[in-house]
């Protein structure tokens, strides 16, 4: 249950994180690569049964 929340939660913020606004174009892809990085993490524990 909580590693499903925590899925949810981590992939809204992925998609929040993509550099469409305006004032976050010179960001780059920096956030959503780092939050994308975290969801791959989260999911590899989830798949050994860590979480």
Do not use: E
């Not at 998609?15 to 976050?24: E, K, L, M, N, R």
């Not at 975290?38 to 050994?48: F, M, N």
């Amino acid at each position: 249950m909580l590693g499903t929340i925590l899925i949810v939660l981590l992939v809204l913020i992925l998609i929040g994180a993509i550099p469409t606004w305006p004032h976050s174009r010179s960001w780059g892809y920096m956030p959503s690569g780092v939050l994308g990085v975290v969801l791959i993490v989260v999911l590899v524990l989830l798949v050994l049964g860590r979480i």
